[in-house]
């Protein structure tokens, strides 16, 4: 069994990792072969298989069912029992701003709050904790098949929010040899304590806490809660590594209330003129985060049921069910005022029957009231419910602004004054509401069913006006919330140095600069600086493709030429020797059995004693096959001066890059 890890530098997990952000395509056999062959200039050491989460049956059908956590992730099995090696690689996917290629909602950001931060849901952690189950099955059941005795090594990588799922993984299953977390979004207490119960039995035990009362864990202080954790998930957190860059946002927020550190730490300085964030955050008041904490641990049961929709539904009391209960109440409505059905009363009648005793018949009479419609009734009912309801919403909302106002004003003053202008405009907003809803709530559910039309119009004309006073405003709140959102993405894009030392090329660009390479997307660029103080830079990459491909192209031009010149040959050169051939072999037969020539000559009595034929037979035309022959020797020509172009460029860098004897083999691999 080999012990070695087969992706054993930072620089190629970064780069591997990278790629699990492509955009156009997933991680490939192709593609890692490539970032492999580049790094070492050596063969992968074995079988690749790659596993996709987007290919796997389980996590596809929850997000067709619409149970899309926006978990995504990659495992990467290398197989070669030659050499006992059977090693997998879990690779989870960090925060993306949105899914689906940027088309989606925000699943990663609201896992980051809803499931790190508050610790309320789990459904990233259970579809990596689903997926990695499933596929070191069929991993296993793959390789029992060919030995019973290689057993699978498992290692993980993860960055930013994959970062923190590794280790969830790794904390609660210990089903890795190796973690490895770069610029990761460390795991919090809270959302241990969600998914593990022993460890949240524990917690209730040291801080006389109710286990069943998740909320009382928020109350814990934060200092010794971090000592507490870290002190029991020590061991199984000492094969997590952490690959840092000093300047990345997330290492900055890390050090506030609920986050842990287990592991070992390899800190890069990727800027030594920037301090980083985490001094900035360590502003932030805990007593302002522990009331955000809280508030956002309601909206998590929302967010559960119903994704976005639920969660606007727990924050603002509105949702897609809203807006279709005022469609049906104007639909309703106009069918009472364009013709509504009409009430009818049974009477009974007293009848004369020509001097004998009245007799009474019942009699159903119209009457000129129209039937008030029941779906409006109650449609009117709900509505009145959700009125209340958005009142209730709004004002806890209302209530933990202040605690975000502070937080905005406490991190920067790049955004101190813009995203807390948006949540003062959020309480605008809602002051509005509340103010149009007035005591229209309360008429409703004690009066809405007194028998008038005059007062059911009164109250419909009102409600809807109400209605369409929310239905404004909570829309101006989701656009603040959206601005908040996309301000915040600005803001830490804003920091620039932060957000790019967060990335994980960037990361691998600084490991690697001491050896003159950066990467750039999945492209390795080479570099060097001059006697002169001159830099110069190659992008081997795109310069390897190019060679690859162009000598790709010269061989299936070489290969195509090649078969016009067996076929020029064959149908003109060789055919009209085969034709000469005949004719000559015809002749020489005819002077040699002339006898068998008789029936030539007219007349029965002929006697036929000798035939000389004098030939002269042209050979082909010199312009027809100077024409070919040039046109072969053309692209002969061109073919080469093609091929030796492609060799210069692939000769000079190699000597501007001499020193790096991997580079003639990188050429050579694929």
């Known amino acids: 069994m080999s012990e070695k890890e087969i992706l054993n530098t930072d620089i190629l997990r970064a780069r591997i990792a990278e790629l699990e952000y492509g955009k156009s395509e997933k991680i490939s056999v192709e593609g890692i072969r490539k970032i492999y062959i580049e790094e070492t200039g050596m063969e992968p050491p074995g079988e690749i298989t790659i596993y996709h989460s987007s290919d796997t049956q389980g996590i596809e059908e929850l997000k067709s069912n619409g149970k899309d956590s926006g978990f995504d992730g990659t495992i990467i099995h290398f197989y070669n029992p030659a050499k006992n090696i059977n090693r997998s690689y879990t690779i989870t996917r960090g925060s993306e701003t949105l899914e689906d290629g940027g088309k989606g909602h925000p699943h990663d950001w609201i896992y980051n709050g809803l499931g790190i931060f508050t610790g309320k849901i789990n459904e990233q952690f259970a579809d990596a904790k689903r997926f990695d189950m499933m596929v070191t099955q069929k991993i296993t059941e793959k390789v029992e098949k060919e030995t019973q005795e290689l057993r699978l090594q498992k290692s993980a990588i993860g960055h930013s929010l994959g970062g923190n799922l590794v280790q969830m993984l790794q904390l609660t299953t210990n089903s890795f040899d190796n973690v490895y977390a770069l610029n990761d979004a460390p795991p919090s207490a809270y959302q241990l304590a969600l998914v593990d119960s022993y460890f949240r039995f524990s917690l209730a035990d040291k801080f006389n806490r109710d286990p069943e009362n998740f909320d009382e864990l928020y109350t814990i202080p934060p200092a010794e809660l971090k000592s507490f954790a870290e002190e029991y998930y020590k061991e199984k957190g000492a094969n997590i590594h952490h690959l840092t860059a000093q300047e990345d946002v997330l290492y900055g927020v890390s050090g506030v209330r609920g986050f842990l550190d287990l592991g070992d730490r390899t800190f890069v300085d990727t800027?030594?003129?920037?301090?980083?964030?985490?001094?900035?955050?360590?502003?932030?008041?805990?007593?302002?985060?522990?009331?955000?904490?809280?508030?956002?641990?309601?909206?998590?049961?929302?967010?559960?049921?119903?994704?976005?929709?639920?969660?606007?539904?727990?924050?603002?009391?509105?949702?897609?069910?809203?807006?279709?209960?005022?469609?049906?109440?104007?639909?309703?409505?106009?069918?009472?005022?364009?013709?509504?059905?009409?009430?009818?009363?049974?009477?009974?009648?007293?009848?004369?029957?020509?001097?004998?005793?009245?007799?009474?018949?019942?009699?159903?009479?119209?009457?000129?009231?129209?039937?008030?419609?029941?779906?409006?009734?109650?449609?009117?009912?709900?509505?009145?419910?959700?009125?209340?309801?958005?009142?209730?919403?709004?004002?806890?909302?209302?209530?933990?602004?202040?605690?975000?106002?502070?937080?905005?004003?406490?991190?920067?003053?790049?955004?101190?004054?813009?995203?807390?202008?948006?949540?003062?405009?959020?309480?605008?907003?809602?002051?509005?509401?509340?103010?149009?809803?007035?005591?229209?709530?309360?008429?409703?559910?004690?009066?809405?069913?007194?028998?008038?039309?005059?007062?059911?119009?009164?109250?419909?004309?009102?409600?809807?006006?109400?209605?369409?006073?929310?239905?404004?405003?909570?829309?101006?709140?989701?656009?603040?919330?959206?601005?908040?959102?996309?301000?915040?993405?600005?803001?830490?894009?804003?920091?620039?140095?932060?957000?790019?030392?967060?990335?994980?090329?960037?990361?691998?660009?600084?490991?690697?600069?001491?050896?003159?390479?950066?990467?750039?997307?999945?492209?390795?660029?080479?570099?060097?600086?001059?006697?002169?103080?001159?830099?110069?830079?190659?992008?081997?990459?795109?310069?390897?493709?190019?060679?690859?491909?162009?000598?790709?192209?010269?061989?299936?031009?070489?290969?195509?030429?090649?078969?016009?010149?067996?076929?020029?040959?064959?149908?003109?050169?060789?055919?009209?020797?085969?034709?000469?051939?005949?004719?000559?072999?015809?002749?020489?037969?005819?002077?040699?059995?002339?006898?068998?020539?008789?029936?030539?000559?007219?007349?029965?009595?002929?006697?036929?004693?000798?035939?000389?034929?004098?030939e002269s037979i042209n050979p082909l035309d010199a312009i027809f096959t100077d024409t070919f022959e040039d046109a072969f020797h053309y692209f002969q020509a061109e073919q080469t001066k093609g091929i030796e172009q492609l060799r210069s460029i692939r000769s000079s860098i190699e000597k501007l890059f001499q020193e790096d004897k991997n580079i003639s083999t990188i050429f050579d691999l694929r």
């Open 271 to 614: 800027d030594p003129g920037f301090a980083g964030l985490r001094g900035t955050f360590a502003n932030l008041s805990d007593k302002d985060l522990q009331v955000l904490q809280m508030f956002l641990a309601t909206m998590a049961p929302y967010y559960q049921e119903n994704g976005m929709d639920g969660l606007m539904r727990g924050l603002i009391g509105v949702d897609q069910e809203f807006y279709t209960l005022l469609d049906t109440i104007e639909a309703e409505w106009g069918k009472l005022m364009d013709g509504p059905d009409w009430s009818s009363v049974d009477v009974n009648i007293a009848v004369p029957a020509g001097g004998f005793p009245s007799r009474v018949v019942n009699v159903t009479v119209p009457l000129p009231i129209p039937e008030f419609p029941t779906e409006l009734v109650y449609a009117l009912g709900q509505l009145g419910l959700r009125v209340e309801e958005i009142g209730k919403r709004l004002a806890k909302l209302s209530e933990n602004l202040p605690a975000l106002i502070n937080m905005a004003a406490g991190v920067t003053l790049i955004i101190r004054y813009e995203i807390a202008s948006y949540l003062n405009e959020i309480e605008g907003h809602i002051h509005n509401i509340t103010k149009s809803i007035g005591s229209l709530g309360d008429l409703l559910i004690k009066d809405l069913f007194d028998p008038g039309i005059a007062d059911y119009e009164k109250y419909v004309i009102g409600i809807l006006d109400v209605a369409a006073t929310i239905m404004q405003e909570t829309a101006n709140i989701k656009d603040k919330f959206k601005k908040i959102f996309d301000g915040s993405i600005e803001f830490i894009d804003g920091f620039g140095k932060a957000a790019e030392a967060h990335g994980v090329a960037h990361v691998a660009s600084s490991l690697a600069a001491q050896d003159g390479k950066r990467y750039v997307g999945n492209d390795m660029y080479r570099f060097k600086v001059t006697s002169e103080g001159q830099r110069i830079e190659v992008n081997l990459s795109s310069a390897v493709r190019i060679y690859q491909i162009g000598i790709d192209k010269y061989q299936d031009k070489a290969d195509m030429l090649n078969k016009l010149k067996e076929s020029y040959h064959r149908q003109y050169l060789d055919d009209f020797q085969t034709r000469k051939s005949r004719l000559i072999g015809a002749i020489n037969d005819m002077e040699a059995n002339p006898h068998s020539y008789r029936y030539l000559l007219p007349g029965g009595d002929v006697e036929m004693r000798g035939i000389s034929v004098h």
